[in-house]
């Protein structure tokens, strides 16, 4: 076998896809007949292959027989040259040369029936299906949505006990190299002795167990692997979980949906402003209730703070107590809420806020305007759409609390630029947190114009 004479053409294209570890160019063999194959494992059906191909290769008696049954197939496609013919291949299709002759034939592997729904960023319009827990199914799924040659994969095994395959994925025609490098260094030093998940893997490339805001994306729609893939950002999967990490990412990421790429310019400016409005919301509005009603009532109308003061009449509490008090038991609710199973989770929690809300105002544990304010805390607090941003910002929440506790209105502002600060400082992969646009040229630019 190894004095056989590969096409140049197959050869080419084997480079061409390099370092991708899913091409195969393999030549079949019985007696004088030769014939080669080249296609991507993660794209065909093997058995399609088997029985279409190599089956009934070794059962012809000559490489003329086989090329009439070929030219007989229905899923022969007419033959493609240069950058056509990578498209196709990473469509699925499989090249076959016999002697000097090509042919293009269509064994694609398109894994539907395995999927799952979306369950962490639903959508209302747009691709319902989530990743597979199989990382070749998914290597499937992404191949299916983003047929371009100059997409690789770059195969790892994690050291430790639990030998998983990881796979970095990138466009090798816009991956920004410095990041690439960071994070294929950031794989390879890994020594943990066992990750089961890629929220773990996650937690372990953050480089520092104490910090606070994620540096990658974890998601399970491959619409957003693809629309990543085409900004130049690299993914990374784990086998055995079903979900995938983006990075570097900037924080104006964890505040888009894939929702926004399926409406209207007008629509999705308008829920994108929703968003941040929810966010300003959901961080500020309890430290301010505060600052307000223990430091400066003067700031707002004479008849709000009026209401505000009367509502508190009976309340024993300071207002910081009481804010804390209320938001630790909305805490309470959301994880009752994530952990029960979904037939009574919203039940219970409609039920069980009632009845605090309810309770608590008649003990007078807390105003009103309190219950108020942690209804509009807890709405907002879903409107972002990656959750790792809401626990984020759900904790920096309570240490604005305690700012605004200790040192009043001036508290709220200083706490509020520690965070813009912290933020503007922060890198994911050597890539600046706070960027408007992460990369510095025009190609994302290009990409979000497209949308």
Not at 184 to 197: G, H, M, R, T
Not at 301 to 319: C, D, I, K, N
Request: with cysteine; net charge neutral.
């Amino acid at each position: 076998m190894a004095n056989l004479n590969f096409p140049p053409l197959m050869v080419e294209l084997l480079e061409k896809f390099s370092p991708s570890d899913d091409t195969n160019l393999k030549p079949l063999q019985i007696e004088d007949n030769t014939v080669f194959i080249f296609y991507l494992k993660s794209a065909i059906d093997g058995a399609k292959l088997h029985e279409m191909l190599i089956k009934p290769f070794f059962e012809m008696k000559s490489n003329k027989s086989f090329t009439f049954y070929i030219e007989s197939l229905p899923n022969l496609t007419k033959m493609q040259c240069g950058e056509y013919l990578l498209i196709e291949i990473t469509k699925g299709y499989v090249l076959l040369a016999i002697n000097d002759a090509f042919y293009l034939i269509d064994i694609k592997l398109v894994n539907s029936m395995a999927l799952q729904q979306t369950l962490i960023e639903p959508t209302v319009y747009g691709p319902q299906t989530a990743l597979s827990e199989d990382i070749e199914t998914n290597l499937n799924i992404i191949r299916q949505r983003y047929h371009e040659p100059t997409l690789k994969f770059d195969t790892h095994a994690l050291k430790g006990k639990s030998h998983k395959t990881l796979i970095i994925m990138y466009d090798e025609r816009t991956v920004k190299q410095s990041v690439l490098q960071n994070i294929q260094e950031k794989i390879e030093n890994l020594d943990v002795p066992l990750i089961q998940s890629t929220g773990e893997l996650q937690l372990h490339l953050n480089g520092s167990k104490f910090s606070l805001f994620p540096i990658t994306i974890l998601t399970e729609r491959p619409d957003r692997i693809s629309y990543n893939l085409a900004a130049g950002k690299v993914v990374i999967m784990l086998n055995g979980s079903p979900q995938a990490l983006i990075a570097p990412v900037v924080f104006f990421d964890f505040m888009t949906s894939m929702e926004d790429n399926y409406h209207t310019y007008w629509i999705t400016t308008f829920t994108l402003i929703l968003r941040y409005i929810g966010l300003f919301v959901c961080f500020v509005l309890p430290a301010m209730y505060v600052a307000i009603t223990s430091y400066t009532p003067d700031i707002p109308r004479t008849e709000l703070a009026l209401t505000v003061a009367g509502s508190r009449v009976g309340v024993p509490y300071p207002s910081f107590i009481e804010v804390i008090f209320m938001l630790i038991f909305m805490e309470f609710l959301t994880e009752a809420s994530i952990r029960l199973p979904k037939a009574i989770s919203a039940t219970a929690t409609t039920v069980g806020g009632l009845i605090l809300g309810t309770a608590v105002t008649e003990a007078t544990l807390a105003s009103n305007i309190m219950i108020i304010i942690v209804s509009a805390v807890a709405i907002t607090s879903f409107v972002i759409p990656i959750s790792e941003m809401s626990f984020s910002i759900r904790i920096c929440r309570y240490l604005l609390v305690i700012y605004t506790t200790l040192f009043g209105m001036m508290g709220l502002i200083l706490g509020s630029i520690w965070l813009l600060m912290f933020l503007v400082n922060k890198r994911s992969f050597g890539e600046p947190y706070l960027k408007v646009y992460w990369r510095s040229d025009r190609k994302e630019l290009e990409v979000q114009s497209k949308r």
